[in-house]
């Protein structure tokens, strides 16, 4: 059997007399797009932050290719190769677009100048920022140095995702990536995916929307009640079917369930 | 307009790829407003070259002389310097009330460590920087790790240093001619020296250098960009993989080392070491960063900004003072001029929305 490239057993995590996550369990293969649902208030997010580092279960490991791994804080994560797209974005306004690329993992000039003076290269984060978005074509922005809260919200989510794929080494994860944007823009999101995936990069995609997830998932991790009910194939379930597990209406059974 | 002239409108401006971005740049108020809030330090700017020129046509060469301005410069250097500390704070959408108390108690101790306990003045003036940092450092830590609101913790060590700064001194003033016979290292910074008719101290120099320095270090640094993101949106910041909480320790401890420099140069102004000096100086600050242009909410302004705020403030009590009015206008004008600062703040701020 494959190694899981990012798995999860038994995590629990409670805040005051909530259980955000009740013993969870999760799986994501390498090279897949994991697609995870589940309603509102079923611990998605929680989940997603225990993996990525930004908070840390009460009990339970991670692993990332096998090996134990336990981030203190989101940075740690991103060292070891995993990005987090978040539904709040993680932008900051006021900073500009190549500013927000490169925050926290800033380059700085070459030689004493760098060294002593932390003097930072604005001209190759932003041409570098500038080819990553256009290699992407998710944008045409003109002017790579304007502040982030000029920028629509489908813009600020380009520059999210392109964030994300341009640093994520092993995995993706994205909330609700395509919950603000418009139809054209979602679809450019949706290649996007495809796109971070064919170089080999697993991807985990929360998402309420039942079609973009049915269309770019290899599996689907339903979430309920604070962990795992069930993974199923999308070529193998209906939408319906997927809702009625999500809402517990219809209670997985058989053999896939095993 | 006919649909006619549209199109030849769209012929002339085939690059509309700019445009789209800038769909309210039409206007003229607009476009003054995205000007403004790209170079924050505009405004504070403005107001302090037009209110030197109208001093200047008011009271001719009396104010308009070298020696006017460059004693303005000497007025404010010391709010300048702890106005300098708290923009860094004010950046990171926090307060610190505590920066005059830390100024004081580092003179202080930089007095006291040389006549009390008899050390080398270097080593005193070591121990009062060193001090200054702790101090803030402290208020770094109760805000960034005990999460306490920054007003609530700094008014907190406010009375604190103030009152540890009372009972250390036993009330007692250092008086000017033993540090100028035993320690003239001390009053190093109220030494002048003259170019043409302009008077300068070396404390205005060095209120100048830290400006330019900590204005380098907030555009020119990933340090400073953590400042601004910390300031803007913390939670977002530490998604991003800023270390806010090393970030906020450090901007506190800065300030509590720019204040205790602010000490040093405290003892150079009033010659002495007093336990009871600059009191009103973290009101000063707060003032000057407003008039600055530095927003309250953090995240947005620039230090230049807030020397300019500090130079206004001097121009007009100097000029006041030299026209003759009651000095209770200067207070009244600098009241108006808070209240003014902050109206177009919030007005700038509305580009983002």
């Given at each position: 059997?494959?190694?899981?490239?990012?798995?999860?057993?038994?995590?629990?995590?409670?805040?005051?007399?909530?259980?955000?996550?009740?013993?969870?369990?999760?799986?994501?293969?390498?090279?897949?797009?994991?697609?995870?649902?589940?309603?509102?208030?079923?611990?998605?997010?929680?989940?997603?932050?225990?993996?990525?580092?930004?908070?840390?279960?009460?009990?339970?490991?991670?692993?990332?290719?096998?090996?134990?791994?336990?981030?203190?804080?989101?940075?740690?994560?991103?060292?070891?190769?995993?990005?987090?797209?978040?539904?709040?974005?993680?932008?900051?306004?006021?900073?500009?677009?190549?500013?927000?690329?490169?925050?926290?993992?800033?380059?700085?000039?070459?030689?004493?100048?760098?060294?002593?003076?932390?003097?930072?290269?604005?001209?190759?984060?932003?041409?570098?920022?500038?080819?990553?978005?256009?290699?992407?074509?998710?944008?045409?922005?003109?002017?790579?140095?304007?502040?982030?809260?000029?920028?629509?919200?489908?813009?600020?989510?380009?520059?999210?995702?392109?964030?994300?794929?341009?640093?994520?080494?092993?995995?993706?994860?994205?909330?609700?990536?395509?919950?603000?944007?418009?139809?054209?823009?979602?679809?450019?999101?949706?290649?996007?995916?495809?796109?971070?995936?064919?170089?080999?990069?697993?991807?985990?995609?929360?998402?309420?929307?039942?079609?973009?997830?049915?269309?770019?998932?290899?599996?689907?991790?339903?979430?309920?009640?604070?962990?795992?009910?069930?993974?199923?194939?999308?070529?193998?379930?209906?939408?319906?079917?997927?809702?009625?597990?999500?809402?517990?209406?219809?209670?997985?059974?058989?053999?896939?369930?095993? | 307009?006919?649909?006619?002239?549209?199109?030849?409108?769209?012929?002339?401006?085939?690059?509309?790829?700019?445009?789209?971005?800038?769909?309210?740049?039409?206007?003229?108020?607009?476009?003054?407003?995205?000007?403004?809030?790209?170079?924050?330090?505009?405004?504070?700017?403005?107001?302090?070259?037009?209110?030197?020129?109208?001093?200047?046509?008011?009271?001719?060469?009396?104010?308009?002389?070298?020696?006017?301005?460059?004693?303005?410069?000497?007025q404010v250097a010391i709010v300048g310097i702890v106005a300098l500390a708290q923009s860094l704070v004010i950046l990171t959408a926090g307060i610190d009330l505590s920066v005059g108390a830390i100024m004081v108690f580092s003179s202080v101790i930089m007095g006291q460590f040389t006549f009390r306990y008899g050390l080398p003045v270097e080593v005193s003036v070591f121990c009062g920087l060193f001090a200054g940092t702790l101090m803030g450092a402290i208020n770094g830590v109760l805000v960034a790790v005990v999460r306490l609101p920054p007003f609530i913790v700094t008014l907190g060590t406010w009375q604190i240093f103030l009152a540890a700064n009372f009972l250390y001194s036993e009330n007692e003033t250092i008086r000017g001619s033993d540090i100028a016979d035993q320690a003239p290292l001390l009053q190093f910074f109220g030494?002048?020296?003259?170019?043409?008719?302009?008077?300068?101290t070396y404390g205005?120099?060095l209120m100048?250098?830290l400006?330019?320095?900590l204005?380098?270090?907030?555009?020119?640094?990933?340090?400073?960009?953590?400042v601004?993101?910390?300031?803007?949106?913390?939670?977002?910041?530490?998604?991003?993989?800023?270390?806010?909480k090393r970030v906020l320790i450090s901007v506190y401890a800065l300030s509590g080392l720019i204040c205790a420099i602010a000490g040093w140069v405290l003892i150079g102004r009033i010659g002495s070491v007093s336990p009871t000096s600059g009191q009103l100086a973290n009101i000063e600050a707060i003032t000057a960063v407003v008039?600055?242009?530095?927003?309250l909410?953090?995240?947005?302004?620039?230090?230049?900004?807030s020397?300019?705020?500090a130079?206004?403030v001097?121009?007009?009590?100097?000029?006041?003072?030299?026209?003759?009015?009651?000095?209770?206008?200067?207070?009244?004008?600098?009241?108006?001029?808070?209240?003014?600062?902050?109206?177009?703040?919030?007005?700038?701020?509305?580009?983002?929305?």
């Open positions: 059997m494959m190694t899981p490239i990012l798995s999860a057993r038994q995590i629990t995590k409670k805040f005051g007399r909530v259980v955000a996550l009740d013993n969870c369990d999760f799986d994501l293969m390498p090279g897949e797009v994991l697609g995870v649902i589940g309603d509102n208030g079923a611990g998605k997010s929680t989940l997603i932050k225990a993996l990525s580092g930004a908070l840390r279960p009460d009990h339970g490991e991670v692993r990332l290719e096998g090996d134990l791994v336990q981030f203190h804080e989101p940075l740690e994560a991103r060292r070891a190769g995993i990005e987090t797209v978040y539904q709040n974005l993680a932008l900051s306004p006021a900073l500009s677009i190549a500013d927000n690329m490169f925050l926290g993992r800033e380059i700085r000039k070459p030689g004493l100048l760098g060294s002593v003076f932390r003097f930072l290269d604005r001209t190759e984060m932003e041409s570098q920022s500038r080819a990553l978005l256009t290699e992407l074509g998710l944008l045409t922005i003109q002017n790579i140095g304007q502040t982030v809260e000029t920028l629509s919200g489908g813009q600020r989510q380009g520059i999210a995702v392109a964030r994300a794929a341009a640093f994520g080494s092993k995995v993706i994860i994205m909330d609700e990536p395509t919950a603000a944007l418009g139809v054209k823009e979602s679809r450019r999101v949706l290649e996007l995916i495809r796109d971070v995936q064919s170089k080999g990069i697993s991807i985990v995609l929360i998402s309420h929307n039942m079609p973009h997830v049915f269309e770019v998932a290899s599996r689907i991790h339903i979430h309920r009640l604070g962990k795992r009910l069930c993974v199923i194939d999308p070529k193998k379930y209906e939408m319906s079917d997927a809702v009625a597990f999500m809402t517990g209406a219809k209670v997985p059974e058989g053999p896939d369930f095993a | 307009m006919t649909p006619g002239d549209q199109d030849s409108l769209a012929a002339e401006h085939p690059d509309d790829t700019v445009a789209s971005f800038e769909e309210e740049g039409n206007h003229f108020s607009n476009q003054v407003r995205n000007w403004l809030h790209q170079t924050p330090a505009a405004v504070p700017l403005i107001v302090l070259v037009i209110s030197t020129i109208v001093f200047g046509l008011v009271l001719g060469s009396k104010f308009f002389s070298p020696f006017a301005l460059t004693l303005i410069l000497q030494e002048k020296f003259k170019i043409g008719g302009a008077i300068f205005v120099v100048l250098v400006a330019v320095v204005a380098y270090m907030l555009r020119y640094t990933a340090w400073g960009r953590h601004y993101a910390v300031g803007d949106d913390p939670d977002a910041a530490e998604l991003s993989g800023v270390r806010t008039i600055g242009g530095i927003s909410f953090g995240g947005r302004g620039s230090i230049l900004g020397l300019c705020g130079l206004i001097g121009v007009f009590s100097l000029g006041l003072r030299m026209v003759g009015t009651d000095p209770q206008w200067t207070y009244l004008l600098i009241g108006l001029l808070i209240i003014l600062a902050v109206g177009i703040d919030q007005w700038i701020r509305k580009v983002a929305v």
